[in-house]
């Protein structure tokens, strides 16, 4: 019986324990602000040119910029093409913090390469040949790196 009554009391005072000596549960709360879009920057590379434009409009005169310097610049060399054809192909153009741009890939068609097979090199340093731009893209006013996709449609006519 003695055996019996130690077994119990030892018993309560572990439960009483326990019970005492409850340790708090804490919570964390966690709040997601947005979701980030990281395919998309709130704000584009800024050329020089685009620095006295608001903010609204900025993006749109670096598009602006972008396509009428390259144009520009491509439109100086003569090619030697000898079949009429239109084609449009796609060149994807990195804008890295630094201020520098560079050709991430270009995706010609065989009608282009074989009518133009130099129009890779020559548009890869006519890119690298652009001069800086001010401000890298943002997001979240973090700078950030960034890469546009450009279209690029090339008519030739005799």
């Given at each position: 019986m003695f055996k019996w009554g130690f077994f119990g009391l030892v018993l309560l005072t572990l439960l009483s324990c326990e019970m005492i000596s409850n340790p708090q549960k804490t919570t964390q709360q966690?709040?997601?602000?947005?979701?980030?879009?990281?395919?998309?920057?709130?704000?584009?590379?800024?050329?020089?040119?685009?620095?006295?434009?608001?903010?609204?409009?900025?993006?749109?005169?670096?598009?602006?910029?972008?396509?009428?310097?390259?144009?520009?610049?491509?439109?100086?060399?003569?090619?030697?093409?000898?079949?009429?054809f239109n084609d449009t192909i796609y060149a994807r153009i990195g804008f890295e913090n630094t201020g520098k741009m560079y050709v991430k890939d270009l995706q010609l068609s065989e009608l282009v390469k074989k009518e133009i097979p130099d129009f890779d090199t020559i548009f890869r340093d006519e890119v690298e040949k652009f001069p800086t731009f001010l401000q890298s893209s943002?997001?979240?006013?973090?700078?950030?790196h960034s890469v546009f996709t450009l279209p690029i449609i090339i008519k030739v006519k005799s």
């Open positions: 966690i709040t997601l602000d947005t979701i980030l879009d990281l395919s998309t920057v709130d704000v584009y590379p800024l050329f020089e040119t685009c620095q006295n434009f608001d903010s609204s409009t900025q993006n749109y005169c670096f598009e602006q910029t972008l396509k009428e310097e390259l144009e520009e610049r491509i439109n100086e060399h003569v090619f030697e093409v000898y079949t009429e943002t997001k979240r006013g973090i700078p950030v």
